[in-house]
């Protein structure tokens, strides 16, 4: 009677998270909930010898397991999301906006797609999205050509964070938990989310026509902080070229990632401090310190993902995840497009954390196939886990927090983007089924 019960919590506490928006309870005590019901009739139908454990193992040390696995996704992420800040903050990301300027509509949406679809790749799809959107308040003033754009973001952040180990949170932890590698996501999966990005911005270039006025900059544009051009430069170079690194740094010492992040943000808080240091200004020394930048870090977001990846763990524990998976293998002939494909729609109704946290624990890695490291399946679920978002508003955190900052509707991004991004979904998950067996007989990836 336990199992049924926490599958019965889950689904209730997923189904209260996918309807945020409607019941306006945020989905981070949800999940925290979860996670302690769920734990706690686990602990219960262990004890009571209903639930059983290997020889010797107890529910904390079972917890403790998953809760280290957990947090080194958790450490990386906090760490990551303050580097970002910090160049920002200091007024890193104002080339964004001076490569962007020009007075063609068609120009600046090629323009905007591909520098969202880089710099995601990079920082992340959420921040990525919160900094183009400032930058188009600031270049277009159109309400129908703003809104398309802004829908442009969204597929364009989701797009570019779907390749890169560290441009998503969904590939971050495929990465860091070892189903992806940084060589194997970049080879089979870049070309793929260029196509999802790519269609749509081909069928939206019809819809821009004209030139854009010319908007009056503003005196106090720009996140000015007294920083010259050269120390901004310096803390952009640190801020993103320390992600970049990160990658890099795994592979050299084969160390987990959140190391690699936490020596990255240790050199670039340093550099900062002695640039306010040698300001001299007590003003600018209390506002812009990185102690203060910490209390902007979104520590919502951060409990959301302790308290989902902990509940699915007891989903684990029960082997309802490896019931489920092989389940879903009988009922599509273990066809993998199938499967990914089905969660990545998915993912543009519910969040996409939870359903590849789901996959991760139904499907172990195998030395061998698709579900091998960078096998078929894992860099599938990257690709569909992440662009599949982009189909509704609601499906992604890009696509909420453009919501927020515009005020676009579900409909009107139901009627005007979402075919836009189905057609570049199907078309990436095409490239791939294409590309595969292209990259098998060059002998470039294991058949």
């Given amino acids: 009677m336990i199992t049924p019960i926490i599958v019965a919590v889950f689904i209730f506490g997923y189904a209260c998270i996918a309807l945020e928006h409607g019941t306006k309870i945020n989905k981070?005590?949800?999940?925290?909930?979860?996670?302690?019901?769920?734990?706690?009739?686990?602990?219960?139908?262990?004890?009571?010898?209903?639930l059983t454990l290997g020889d010797g193992e107890t529910v904390s040390s079972r917890m403790l397991h998953h809760l280290s696995e957990t947090c080194e996704i958790i450490v990386f992420l906090m760490g990551a999301m303050t580097i970002v800040e910090i160049v920002d903050a200091n007024g890193g990301f104002n080339f964004v906006k001076q490569r962007l300027q020009t007075t063609s509509k068609r120009t600046l949406m090629w323009r905007m797609a591909w520098m969202t679809f880089f710099l995601s790749a990079v920082l992340d799809n959420l921040t990525t999205s919160i900094v183009m959107?400032?930058?188009?308040?600031?270049?277009?003033?159109?309400r129908e050509d703003r809104f398309l754009l802004a829908g442009l973001i969204v597929l364009a952040a989701n797009a570019g964070g779907a390749f890169s180990p560290i441009g998503d949170v969904t590939t971050i932890m495929l990465w860091v938990r070892g189903m992806i590698s940084t060589q194997g996501v970049l080879l089979q999966v870049f070309l793929p989310s260029v196509a999802s990005l790519l269609i749509p911005c081909i069928l939206l270039h019809f819809r821009f026509k004209?030139?854009?006025p010319i908007i009056k900059e503003e005196a106090n544009d720009a996140d000015h902080n007294e920083f010259s051009q050269k120390e901004r430069n310096i803390v952009f170079a640190l801020g993103v070229g320390g992600l970049l690194f990160v990658p890099i740094?795994?592979?050299?010492?084969?160390?987990?990632?959140?190391?690699?992040?936490?020596?990255?943000?240790?050199?670039?808080?340093?550099?900062?401090?002695?640039?306010?240091?040698?300001?001299?200004?007590?003003?600018l020394m209390s506002t812009h310190r990185v102690t203060n930048m910490l209390q902007k870090i979104d520590m919502t977001t951060i409990l959301f993902f302790l308290g989902i990846l902990m509940t699915v763990a007891t989903l684990q524990e029960t082997g309802v995840l490896t019931a489920f998976g092989q389940w879903l293998n009988d009922t599509t002939n273990s066809n993998h497009y199938a499967i990914t494909g089905v969660i990545g729609a998915a993912s543009s109704i519910v969040d996409n954390v939870p359903l590849v946290a789901g996959c991760m624990g139904m499907y172990p890695i195998a030395d061998a196939g698709a579900l091998a490291v960078d096998g078929i399946f894992w860099q599938l679920l990257a690709y569909c886990a992440g662009v599949g978002g982009s189909m509704l508003i609601i499906g992604s955190a890009a696509g909420v927090v453009v919501m927020g900052l515009e005020n676009i509707s579900f409909g009107w991004y139901?009627?005007?983007?979402?075919?836009?991004?189905?057609?570049?979904?199907l078309a990436g998950i095409a490239v791939y089924a294409i590309q595969h067996p292209l990259l098998v007989s060059m002998g470039l990836i294991p058949a």
Avoid: D
Avoid at 43 to 49: A, D, E, L
Avoid at 133 to 142: G, W
């Fill in 414 to 425: 139901l009627k005007n983007i979402s075919w836009l991004a189905l057609a570049g979904y």
């Fill in 133 to 142: 959107i400032m930058v188009l308040r600031k270049l277009v003033q159109e």
């Fill in 28 to 50: 981070a005590p949800v999940a925290l909930l979860m996670c302690a019901i769920c734990w706690t009739l686990f602990s219960v139908g262990v004890n009571s010898g209903i």
């Fill in 249 to 283: 740094f795994k592979m050299l010492t084969h160390l987990a990632p959140y190391v690699g992040i936490l020596l990255v943000l240790g050199v670039l808080w340093t550099v900062v401090e002695v640039f306010l240091a040698r300001k001299k200004n007590a003003h």
């Fill in 210 to 212: 004209g030139e854009l």
